[in-house]
């Protein structure tokens, strides 16, 4: 007699099922990009960077986005020396709620304003990726299932 399980797994889909696992992480990364408080043209910028590859076993996430780094490492608190080159005011929301406007300058720098008061990473992408393995776990057994009962009808 044959073993039933090792026929029931060669005919499966696998490269299906990591395809629809590919979609389905890249809308649960993207979905949370929106729900994060970038500019629009930055949730644009960093869904197009974003590439999962599909390999024979497994899902390979990449980005070539500078702006994921601080996302999935955190944030240092720094001085925010970039705003030198800002041509315009920069606009600043104060605790109370009031909007204000501020330049920053090389004087303004040294007197040790501009500090930036870090950010703590976030596991977003990490999420993503066990909710995608539970999403392939389920579709594999899924799979699975169908095939054992295509063969024993045979």
Known sequence: MRPLLPDAVKDSDIEGILKKSKRELLRRIKAKLTQATFSKRAKVA???S???EVKPSSLVVTTDHPAFRPLTEGQKPGQMKWLLKAKRPIPIVTDEGKLIFRSATSKS???GHWIHPGRPSDD??????????????QKFEKELRKKIAASVTK
């Open 50 to 52: 974003l590439q999962i």
């Open 46 to 48: 960093l869904a197009k």
């Open 124 to 137: 977003f992408v990490e999420k993503a990726k066990k909710e995608s393995r539970k999403f392939l776990k």
């Open 109 to 111: 720098m040294e007197n």
